[in-house]
């Protein structure tokens, strides 16, 4: 199946500060990537949807300026915090497909830790 | 708006039993649903999917039924084993191709 990757695994940083996040499909082309936001023993919240050469489409709530997504290749996707709070605290996982992929494979997720 | 719901948060079985987990959907549009085990610290990983052209589908150990006429979708797994353990959410593609999910079971398999 469709592979997708994500870097880092984990990361803990200081209030403040910004943090990227990568998204990799590694063995296709990757037209667009869904980022989404997970808290602990809760569902998947659908963050923003990224369009390869397009400005991404946030979901209702969710604050562009706070959430930079950049998919300015076919295989790579990044979501960068800025300004990282304590409530930001959560883990980030992309998905990923391209036309003739329909069941969306989920990378491993990233643990987003804000002290 | 669009929501996928489940019946019930947690789920424990016994090992070696059969464990159904269900959901149920609110957009009748819905024409895919998807299946997914989620373990602790991990990405979601597919499971199986199913078209709403059809009431089941089977795998490996798992089946998929889809019941339209009350927007309800259930996950079977035969002969449940401990590696089973997860936490399991179905899903539907929603409007613009976004994957909604719904709220997750968590399954326990006690052996």
């Known amino acids: 199946g469709a592979v997708v990757s994500q870097h880092p695994s984990w990361v803990i940083c200081k209030s403040g500060t910004s943090v990227k996040i990568e998204c990799r499909s590694l063995?296709?082309?990757?037209?667009?990537m869904f980022w989404y936001r997970q808290f602990p023993k809760q569902s998947l919240m659908l963050m923003a949807t990224?369009?390869?050469?397009?400005?991404?489409?946030?979901e209702q709530g969710v604050e562009k300026d706070k959430f930079l997504i950049n998919h300015a290749s076919l295989t790579l996707s990044t979501l960068t915090v800025t300004s990282a709070h304590p409530e930001d605290s959560s883990f980030y996982i992309c998905?990923?497909?391209?036309?003739?992929?329909?069941?969306?494979?989920f990378g491993p997720g990233t643990r987003l830790t804000v002290t | 708006g669009e929501s996928v719901g489940l019946h019930l948060p947690t789920l424990s079985v016994q090992e070696g039993d059969n464990s159904i987990i269900n959901c149920a959907y609110s957009?009748?549009?819905?024409?895919?649903f998807i299946w997914y085990k989620q373990e602790s610290g991990k990405g979601p990983q597919f499971i199986i999917d199913?078209?709403?052209?059809?009431d089941k589908r089977q795998g490996q150990r798992v089946t998929v039924l889809l019941n339209k006429t009350v927007k309800h979708l259930s996950l079977q797994i035969a002969a449940t084993q401990p590696g089973d353990s997860a936490v399991y959410f179905c899903?539907?593609?929603?409007?613009?191709?976004?994957?909604?999910f719904g709220q997750g079971t968590e399954l326990s398999v006690k052996p």
């Open positions: 998905s990923a497909n391209s036309g003739t992929i329909t069941r969306k494979y």
């Open positions: 899903a539907e593609i929603g409007q613009g191709g976004k994957l909604i």
């Open positions: 990224s369009n390869e050469g397009s400005k991404a489409t946030y």
């Open positions: 063995d296709f082309q990757a037209t667009t």
């Open positions: 199913i078209r709403s052209n059809m």
């Open positions: 957009n009748s549009a819905s024409d895919y």
